[in-house]
């Protein structure tokens, strides 16, 4: 397993991530099925710390920060390739985030949000030592009412995770 920065030959693999419009939801709200490649490097582009994860070659997962600074850094775009999910890719992944906000940010709160849909996502943040700290309700690709759960990690709560 090899986490590091993204890289543009990365990008169409990003892409194929995720497999159906309910996945792609869940990491990038606002597109449409299939993600585009221009819309992975706009993301890219305008975020921070771009990271992948791989295994045996081939890009299994993906995160960025959508916000950072010194009180705050936002993870963002998180998604697993479904074939390896449910094995510690999503826990590394985000651990690694944490990681680059805590040490390379110097922040003081690493927050990450999920739809309420995403049970794995859900259970995997509270796991992780994330408080919930907000709920706000959203709409989905069919117009229907869901919530988008916002969590937030302190500093000295991750040193006891870590």
Same mark, same amino acid.
């Given at each position: 397993?090899? *986490?590091? #920065?993204?890289?543009?030959? @990365?990008?169409?693999?990003?892409?194929?991530?995720p497999t159906a419009?309910? #996945?792609?939801?869940?990491? =990038?709200?606002?597109?449409?099925?299939?993600?585009?490649?221009?819309?992975?490097?706009?993301?890219?582009?305008?975020?921070? @710390?771009?990271?992948?994860? #791989?295994?045996?070659?081939?890009?299994?997962?993906?995160?960025? %920060?959508? /916000?950072?600074?010194?009180?705050?850094?936002?993870?963002?775009?998180?998604?697993?390739?479904?074939? /390896?999910?449910?094995?510690?890719?999503?826990?590394?992944?985000?651990?690694?985030? *944490?990681?680059?906000? %805590? @040490?390379? /940010?110097?922040?003081?709160?690493?927050?990450?949000?999920? =739809?309420?849909?995403?049970?794995?996502g859900l259970l995997?943040?509270?796991?992780?030592? =994330?408080?919930?700290?907000?709920? #706000?309700?959203?709409? @989905?690709?069919?117009?229907?009412?869901?919530?988008?759960? /916002? =969590?937030?990690?302190?500093?000295?709560?991750?040193?006891?995770?870590?």
């Amino acid at each position: 397993m090899l *986490i590091r #920065e993204v890289r543009e030959e @990365d990008v169409p693999e990003i892409c194929k991530l995720p497999t159906a419009q309910e #996945e792609l939801f869940y990491c =990038f709200p606002k597109s449409v099925f299939p993600l585009a490649e221009e819309t992975v490097r706009e993301s890219i582009l305008t975020r921070t @710390d771009s990271t992948v994860i #791989e295994a045996e070659g081939r890009i299994v997962a993906f995160a960025n %920060f959508y /916000h950072w600074g010194s009180e705050v850094c936002a993870i963002g775009n998180v998604v697993v390739k479904a074939s /390896h999910r449910g094995c510690g890719i999503a826990r590394l992944l985000i651990r690694h985030m *944490i990681e680059l906000g %805590f @040490d390379k /940010h110097g922040t003081n709160a690493i927050k990450v949000s999920c =739809f309420n849909r995403n049970a794995a996502g859900l259970l995997l943040y509270a796991k992780l030592g =994330f408080q919930p700290c907000a709920i #706000e309700q959203r709409t @989905d690709y069919n117009g229907e009412r869901v919530a988008l759960v /916002h =969590f937030q990690l302190q500093k000295a709560a991750a040193l006891t995770v870590r």
